[in-house]
């Protein structure tokens, strides 16, 4: 995963490293973006996400299951 990340550069990124068979999870963003990690587990990374700080944050979860 950190290979794919450093290839992309102008990104931020959330790792949560592999175990046995799965190939772990990666959440990146662009770093204008400003990213809050709520809580994270080999089956979830939970974020809140403002684009800007005008605008109002919204929260994101992704599941691998």
């Keep these: 995963m950190r290979s794919i990340r450093s290839q992309w550069g102008n990104y931020f990124g959330i790792e949560v490293d592999s175990r046995g068979r ?4 990666t959440l990146m963003w662009d770093k204008a973006m400003e990213v809050t990690l709520l809580s994270y587990s080999m ?15 919204w929260c994101f979860t992704g599941i691998y299951g």
Excluded at 22 to 25: A, H, K, N, Q, V
């Design 43 to 57: 089956h979830h990374i939970d974020v809140v996400v403002r684009w800007s700080p005008q605008e109002q944050e």
């Design 22 to 25: 799965s190939e772990g999870l």
